[in-house]
């Protein structure tokens, strides 16, 4: 089991910058993947930016360039720093945290974290 607790979020003005954070209660080194979804109004939930135990990452395209995901071991946190907000970046943040054990597949979400950018 992976408990996973977001923060960071909040209003801020296009242009501007925030950082979320996600920590886990458990060592993410024992976590196969973490990654950052979004979900606005009316939409599905998107795959933001990922990282792999390795330290490989994935990016949306609408996000590259501009977010940046990463890890502190040392307080099983994962963070995304988001630069240059764009009004459509307004959506729920939520962790994402991946288990391989096996044939099996384990998949843990945050509650979430609302990120709104003003015009």
């Known amino acids: 089991q992976v408990q996973l607790v977001e923060s960071g979020g909040g209003l801020v003005q296009a242009g501007g910058s925030l950082r979320l954070s996600c920590a886990a209660s458990?060592?993410?080194?024992?976590?196969?993947?973490m990654g950052w979804y979004r979900q606005a109004p009316g939409k599905q939930r998107e795959l933001v930016a990922d990282i792999s135990s390795g330290s490989s990452t994935t990016y949306a395209d609408s996000v590259k360039g501009r977010f940046t995901i990463s890890t502190d071991n040392a307080k099983n946190t994962v963070y995304l720093q988001m630069n240059t907000l764009k009004p459509e970046d307004t959506a729920v943040y939520y962790c994402n945290a991946l288990l391989y054990r096996g044939p099996r597949k384990y998949e843990y979400w945050g509650q979430g974290t609302q990120v709104t950018v003003s015009s």
């Open positions: 458990r060592s993410i080194f024992s976590i196969n993947a």
